[in-house]
């Protein structure tokens, strides 16, 4: 009677494992990419280039995201 009730919970854990596999699979395949827009604007000094008020905002965008 044991040896059939540890057949029957590996045969179950087996099932499990090839059904959650399976769902994994098409979870990962049916993936669609999302864009995020949003405007964001940064107030510049004179002493602030363009490139350095693009990294500024590029931090506090990806702030913005987590």
Same mark, same amino acid.
């Given at each position: 009677m044991n040896k059939?009730?540890?057949e029957v919970s590996r045969m179950i854990g087996k099932y499990f494992f090839i059904a959650a &596999?399976?769902?994994l699979a098409v979870n990962a395949v049916? &993936?669609?990419v999302i864009t995020f827009e949003k405007e964001y604007t940064c107030e510049a000094s004179e002493i602030d280039s363009e490139v350095s008020c693009r990294i500024i &905002? @590029?931090?506090r965008v990806k702030i @913005?995201?987590?």
């Open positions: 059939n009730i540890s &596999a399976v769902f049916s &993936a669609d &905002a @590029l931090k @913005l995201c987590q």
